[in-house]
């Protein structure tokens, strides 16, 4: 609506000549007051008409018009539309200072001869100067918004994909923590429930004392988990379970018939982090988990190794006794949280099977990443 608004009045203004006749004076080709030939003003105002309507995407083309046109008629108001595009539209300091140099010229040379120095230049500079350097105002300042604007879409895309992601860390981390914290206390009560089956009188009251406690442990971790999920702190409510619960969780293995051997050995005595820990713990108990479930009664050997630069976890089980009850579901998440939570740390992990028939898995977690190996400093 603007451009067709704008294209009507700079066409009749061209094929009328009379926009500031008596102003600035006659035409550089002559022409004074009064209307130009009808061949004459018909063809400029059609011409400066359409370039004004595409005077968006063609803007030097529509300061060649104006500035042709204003030659012959009085067209200034063109030349002040046509700079004002032409520098709003390019932003080029030294196209836009070319194009009002020329300007100046063909339209403060008739001025100049009509009313000598003193109404040229005043003229002159509002005519060319001044249109040229507010669209160079108004060109840079919509730039810039618009690189506002682009930078504000691009960091909230940014901050969606953050929490896209973080989402995602979350969720896993959420998988870890029931696989961990529920599997194993849900493959001990199954295995206690099979033991039952063939088990009677006082041996039966035991074992079904002791899916009893087991039952109760694991709704008492779940209850704990989901607490920490529905908290709004950062702190957990209670603390992760570390090295020095291993010992209770070798003795539920030990009394449900699998011969686990523990060993630690420590070259310093300083604290593991929290994580290594916990780390620890949760490779420990997924590796007891998988025994119970695919080797039931295989000899079992964990060995945890702490020196000044990492905690090294050896887990070792030989071949499982035969058995006529159908293998316990699983669906290979095991494995895959620890090595997430292992990498986490910074740490690495390999497992597989041995030539003998059973399962060896190795974990190495960092403790102070980048120290210096040698013990006396």
């Known amino acids: 609506m603007i451009d067709a608004v704008a294209a009507f009045a700079m066409a009749a203004c061209a094929a009328t000549g009379q926009f500031g006749v008596d102003f600035f004076g006659p035409a550089l080709a002559g022409f004074g007051p009064g209307l130009p030939p009808v061949w004459l003003g018909s063809s400029l105002g059609l011409a400066v008409g359409l370039l004004t309507w595409r005077r968006r995407q063609a803007p030097t083309v529509l300061l060649a018009g104006a500035l042709t046109a204003t030659a012959l008629v009085s067209a200034q108001a063109t030349v002040v539309l046509a700079l004002y595009t032409l520098a709003e539209r390019t932003m080029a300091w030294p196209k836009v200072a070319v194009s009002v140099l020329v300007s100046v010229v063909l339209v403060g040379t008739p001025i100049w001869r009509y009313a000598g120095a003193d109404g040229a230049i005043p003229v002159t500079v509002a005519v060319c100067v001044a249109p040229a350097f507010l669209g160079l105002y108004v060109g840079t300042r919509r730039e810039l918004v618009e690189r506002i604007r682009e930078r504000a879409e691009r960091l909230e895309r940014e901050q969606h994909q953050r929490v896209a992601q973080a989402r995602s860390d979350e969720r896993a981390q959420i998988a870890r923590d029931m696989h961990d914290v529920v599997a194993h206390r849900v493959a001990l009560i199954v295995l206690q429930a099979t033991a039952l089956e063939s088990a009677g009188g006082e041996d039966a009251v035991v074992r079904g004392r002791q899916i009893g406690a087991i039952g109760r442990e694991a709704l008492a971790e779940l209850r ?115 090595a997430e939570r292992v990498h986490l740390i910074g740490g690495e992990l390999t497992s597989g099977p041995t030539a003998d028939g059973g399962f060896s898995l190795v974990a190495e977690l960092p403790i102070a990443p980048g120290r210096n190996h040698d013990l006396t400093d």
Not at 236 to 261: K, W
Request: charged share 25%.
């Open 224 to 338: 704990a988990l989901v607490g920490i999920l529905r908290s709004d702190d950062d702190a957990p409510i209670t603390p992760h379970p570390g090295v020095a619960d291993l010992d209770a969780l070798v003795a539920d293995s030990r009394r449900l018939g699998v011969p686990v051997t523990l060993s630690l050995e420590k070259e310093t005595a300083e604290r593991l982090p929290l994580l290594v820990e916990h780390a620890a713990y949760r490779i420990v108990q997924e590796s007891l988990t998988n025994v119970h479930k695919h080797a039931p009664g295989a000899r079992t050997r964990i060995r945890i190794r702490q020196t000044r630069q990492s905690l090294q976890v050896v887990i070792s089980s030989g071949r499982g006794r035969p058995t006529t009850t159908p293998p316990l579901p699983g669906g290979r998440h095991g494995l895959l949280g620890l």
